[in-house]
C-alpha cells in the first residue's frame, strides 16, 4: 500500500509524509495520503481508475456531488479529501434530492438507449455496458446474462427462464438516466444532515428505478426519502426484486455461497 500511496503522492507531484488505509476497499485499496505540503487525498487503485474518474466526472456535471478528481493513470486515481463523519439515517432527505440530480443526466443526443461507453468491473466481475435499445435487452444481456457461465447450472436455469420474461416484466424503453450503478450507504459520503459525496460508481444510462432498487439492499430508505425523490411506479416490488438480483449475483461471484440465499430470495420476489 505504501507503493500506491508515493504513487499518488507523485501524481500530484508532492512527496508522501503519511497515509492509512480507509474503511472498505472489498475490490480495491483506498488510502489517505497526507502530502508533504500539508494537502491530504484519497488515493485508490482499482480495475479501472480512468474510466472510474470519467463516471465522477460525467456525475459531477449533473450538479450531483462527488469528490474532485486531481489526478488520475492506469494504476491509481487521486480524489479529493471529502468530510465522512455523519450517519446516514440523518441524510435520506438530502440523499433524495442527490440522486434526483444524479438522474437527470441523459445519455448524449438526448438518444433512447441504455448502456455506456465502455466496460468496467467489480473486483474481478466485468461489467458490460454495450448499448442496446430496450431496456429488457439490456437487463437481459448485459446485467444477468453474462452470470450464467459462473453459476450453479440449476440457478443458471432459473435465470434464463427469468430472462424470457423481462419483456413482460420491465418497461421497453422508459427515458434513459445516468445511474451511480452500485449506489448503497457505503458508496454515500455524508457529514452533519448533508451528502458530502458519492463515490465508487458503476455508471450507465439506464431506468432510474435501479438505483432505488440498491439502495435498498443493505439499507432501508424511509418513507421520507420516496417523498422526496418520488414513489416508484405500480409494479415496482417486483422491479425491484430483479434489479436487486444483479447485486446479490456480483456478491455471489465475488464472495461465495454465503450469497446464494440473497439471490433465491430475489428470484422468488420477482416470481421465480
Known sequence: MTRLARHGAALLGAG??????????DVAQVL?????????????NGPDPVAEADMLRTLGRTGAPVPDVLAVDGDALVLQYLPADGRLSRCWDDLARVIAL????RPEGGMVRYGWSGGYAVGAVTVCNDWTETWPDFWAQRRIGVHLDHV???LAR???ALMRRLPDLLPATPAPCLLHGDLWGGNVLVSGQHVTGLIDPCCYYGHAEVDLATL????????????????PGRGHEVRFAIYRLWIALVHLRLFGGTYRPMVAQYLNDAGF
Open 32 to 44: 489517505l495520503v497526507y502530502l508533504n505540503d500539508g494537502r491530504r487525498v484519497v488515493v485508490k
Open 102 to 105: 444524479a438522474h437527470t443526466g
Open 152 to 154: 450453479p447450472i440449476d
Open 216 to 231: 435498498g439492499v443493505f439499507n432501508q430508505p424511509p418513507a421520507g426519502f420516496y417523498a422526496r425523490y418520488g414513489m
Open 158 to 160: 432459473q435465470l434464463e
Open 16 to 25: 508522501l509524509w503519511n497515509w492509512h488505509a480507509l474503511p472498505g476497499g
